[in-house]
């Protein structure tokens, strides 16, 4: 039996499979469980950074409906692919009305890939907050680069997918939310399912080693159907997330603390 104490939340990369994460956050708060700091990569840090300016979990997908959030990533890399994320950018400075994370409700950090040096960015203060966050999620192939002080920055899942090292430091239980699963891919199809699969086997590698430093792990297996290009599924995604952190919450997270 353990005391959560102070409550760190990694929120891990998964493109559209990341809107699980709110239903995570939802399934939190249901329960209760205070959330102390949060990190977050790629699909990770947009929700992270809403949840982190203190939008709940019915207040986050109010807003990213209605953005009509899927249009954001609405990409064929087949016609062209490298979009910008301007959208996610502009979107964010209109619901938050600041780009500095020392006035967000909760402490917040964002990793990035530094493509110059090849090692992974952890973000944790400044008035760079959205410029981060999109680096985060700038998918390679499929999104275009930010490029931050002279540097070259793209999705920090190519990294660290799941953020956890970063809270160990300031928190005493960390708990992951992942959203990828090594599952076999029968069948590449297009240049998006090489995207993806690339993406996915590098996204693998190094978040086996994040999960260790998680105290509790949520793991969204029902994702497997989904494509990371799945925006459209919205509503379902969310759902698996939270029955998946309901789930944990009652059979792991509750009965292993105390008050």
């Not at 353990?2 to 559209?16: I, N, V």
């Not at 070259?152 to 953020?163: I, K, R, S």
């Not at 086996?208 to 793991?219: K, Y």
Request: proline share 3%.
């Amino acid at each position: 039996m353990k005391q959560l104490g102070k409550t760190g939340l990694a929120l891990g990369g998964g493109g559209a499979k990341g809107f699980a994460h709110i239903g995570v956050i939802k399934a939190l708060e249901e329960f209760s469980i205070p959330i102390h700091s949060v990190a977050g990569t790629s699909m990770g840090a947009i929700i992270g950074v809403l949840y982190s300016a203190g939008f709940n979990a019915d207040t986050i997908i109010s807003k990213l409906k209605e953005e009509k959030v899927w249009n954001w990533f609405n990409i064929d890399i087949l016609k062209g692919g490298l979009v910008n994320l301007n959208g996610v950018k502009e979107a964010l400075l209109e619901h938050l009305g600041h780009e500095d994370f020392s006035q967000l409700k909760k402490p917040f950090c964002v990793t990035a890939s530094n493509l110059n040096t090849g090692k992974v960015k952890v973000v944790s203060e400044g008035q760079q907050l959205f410029d981060w966050v999109i680096a985060s999620a700038s998918v390679p192939v499929a999104f275009t680069p930010t490029v931050i002080d002279g540097y070259t920055y793209v999705d920090g899942g190519l990294f660290m997918n799941l953020p956890a090292e970063p809270l160990m430091f300031d928190c005493d239980t960390v708990i992951g939310s992942s959203v990828v699963a090594d599952k076999k891919m029968d069948k590449i199809k297009n240049t998006k399912d090489v995207a993806e699969r690339v993406f996915n086997l590098s996204i693998l590698q190094n978040e086996r080693i994040s999960r260790l430093h998680c105290d509790f792990f949520i793991e969204t297996k029902k994702l497997t159907k989904y494509s990371m290009w799945d925006f459209n599924k919205f509503d379902e995604i969310i759902e698996h997330g939270y029955n998946s952190a309901k789930k944990k919450i009652e059979n792991e997270i509750l009965p292993n603390i105390t008050n």
